[in-house]
């Protein structure tokens, strides 16, 4: 089982930057593939960014160049710092892990709400 935690949603103007923060229990972290997602009222949930064990990084199109998601292995920690944030990347953030040798992401967090303003 693997836990996570979010952290670092709130509101925000259009053009600021929020970092988010997702903290896992596993002591394994660094097997596992780590994803953000966000879901918007109404909206799927969509894949934001991901991040594989060894640090290979996928961005969704719409957040290219203003995203970036990272992972610190020591603290069993992953990151996304938002900037030139728009009122369309308002949703509720997801973090997920996906087990090594697997396909789907299997462990989620909670969530963290990001507003931003016009």
């Not at 918007?40 to 991901?50: C, I, S, T, Y």
């Not at 961005?59 to 944030?85: P, W």
């Not at 090594?100 to 507003?115: A, E, I, L, N, S």
Request: positive net charge.
């Amino acid at each position: 089982q693997v836990q996570l935690v979010e952290s670092g949603g709130g509101l925000v103007q259009a053009g600021g930057s929020l970092r988010l923060s997702c903290a896992a229990s596993k002591r394994s972290f660094s097997m596992y593939s780590m994803g953000w997602f966000r879901q918007a009222p109404g909206k799927e949930r969509e894949l934001v960014a991901h991040i594989s064990s060894g640090g290979t990084t996928y961005y969704a199109e719409s957040v290219k160049g203003r995203f970036t998601i990272s992972r610190d292995n020591a603290k069993n920690t992953v990151f996304l710092q938002m900037t030139s944030l728009k009122p369309e990347d308002t949703a509720v953030y997801y973090c997920a892990a996906r087990s090594p040798m697997t396909t789907m992401y299997d462990y989620w967090g909670q969530g963290t709400q990001v507003t931003v303003s016009s």
